[in-house]
């Protein structure tokens, strides 16, 4: 019996890789969540999954449930998410790295074997070169959000090197699919086309993205964490095929048979990079499979009928 701590764990993608963790039953799984973005619905009904609503920045709230349950792995994605909400509140981002020094504490001193810690596709900030590999890219955003994340990972290889806490990075990109909140761009653009209203595009739209389902990022995720691959290292979690948003946003409405116009808004300030493509080699060793074209995912969404 493997006890596993997921932080964020009423998120998107937290809650649903406990959701395939908790097929195993020989896990035992907590989630924690203070439901500043997460939410109870997301969680997972299965009998060896528990919630305990928690703040993870609050050494007080998580330390009674990581040294009474003494847990074997730990993956930590509990964050402030979404580009507008990371800009308005810079100081509460900064907060999370005391989530992060709370969790990697409290780790190495109650026999954790090794920490997932949930980075992102924002450390690389403006690409130098595309697509963006783990060892060899730079990590150059000055955004907080994308400074806490490189914080972050800094904090796992020190932690390895000084106590011996093993750790694997995950850097996620854009991930989609049916528990994605609706201020993530494939949700708000879905949202508004099954109900015929204008898409909001920032800019000219020419940006670049690319869209991994969910299926492949928590398969990926479970593979790496069940076979012991890619011990104290950094893995690209995302796929590989570009689409610029305009490009998007026509196949939403092509697909939904959407009668929606697409609107031009100014340009984001600061935050929306114009481009972004991973270099996903060790995950399609991981997957030894493809990944779901973006165009299946989208029906797979319409099928679902996650926006009606």
Partial sequence: MSKILITGGAGFIPSSLAEALARNESYEIVLVDNFLTGQK???????NVKFIKCDVNNYADIAPIMTSYRFDYVLHFAAVVGVKRTLANPVMVLDDIQG?????????????????????SEVYGEPV????NEHTTPLNSRLPYAIVKNVGEAFCKSYQVEYDLDYTIFRLFNTYGPKQSTDFVISKFMKAALTNHDISVYGDGNQTRTF???DDNVEACIKIFENNLYVNDVINIGNDKLITIKDLADLIIKLTGSKSKIVNLPPLKEGDMSRRQP????MREVLKRDLLPLEDGLQKLIDLKVFH
């Avoid at 504490?105 to 980075?119: A, E, P």
């Avoid at 270099?279 to 060790?282: E, H």
């Fill in 41 to 47: 619905r997301k969680i997972p009904k299965a009998k």
């Fill in 100 to 120: 992060i020094k709370n969790i990697l504490d409290l780790s190495k001193n109650s026999g954790v074997k090794r920490v997932f810690y949930s980075s992102s």
């Fill in 129 to 132: 070169e595309l697509p963006q």
């Fill in 212 to 214: 991994c389902y969910i």
């Fill in 279 to 282: 270099d996903i080699s060790k």
